[in-house]
C-alpha cells in the first residue's frame, strides 16, 4: 500500500487549496477512502469520508460546507477541495483508506496564515 499525499502550501486566510492523493498497492475502487489532519501538538482528526463508489460523503463539523472530498476511481485518487481556509485548520493532512490499510504516508502541509 503506497499513498502519496500532494498539494499542500501556505495559503492565506479566506483562500483555497486542492489536496490530492495518489494511492497504489491495494484495490481502490473497492475501499472508501478518508482524509485526517494533525495540526502541531495534537492528535490526528478524522476530517471527511467518502465511499468506495463516491456517492456518499461525511464531514466533520469544523470544516462541514468547507470541504469537499471527492475520487476518481479511474486514477486511483481522492481529492480533498479545501475553501474558506482558516488559521485554525493549518496541519498536516493525510488520507488513508477505510477501512484501514497499511501505513500513513508522508502527508501534506496545509497553512493558513496572513
Known amino acids: 500500500v503506497q499513498l502519496v499525499e500532494s498539494g499542500g502550501g501556505l495559503v492565506q486566510p479566506g483562500g483555497s487549496l486542492r489536496l490530492s492523493c495518489a494511492a497504489s498497492g491495494f484495490t481502490f475502487s473497492t475501499y472508501g477512502m478518508r482524509w485526517y489532519r494533525q495540526a502541531s501538538g495534537k492528535e490526528r482528526e478524522l476530517v471527511a469520508h467518502?465511499?468506495?463508489?463516491?456517492?456518499?460523503?461525511s464531514y466533520a463539523d469544523s470544516v462541514k460546507g468547507r470541504f469537499t472530498i471527492s475520487r476518481d476511481n479511474a486514477k486511483n485518487t481522492v481529492y480533498l477541495q479545501m475553501n474558506s481556509l482558516k488559521p485554525e485548520d493549518t496541519a498536516v493532512y493525510y488520507c488513508?483508506?477505510?477501512?484501514?490499510?497499511?501505513?500513513w504516508g508522508q502527508g501534506t502541509q496545509v497553512t493558513v496564515s496572513s
Open positions: 467518502i465511499s468506495s463508489s463516491g456517492g456518499m460523503t
Open positions: 488513508k483508506p477505510f477501512p484501514a490499510l497499511g501505513y
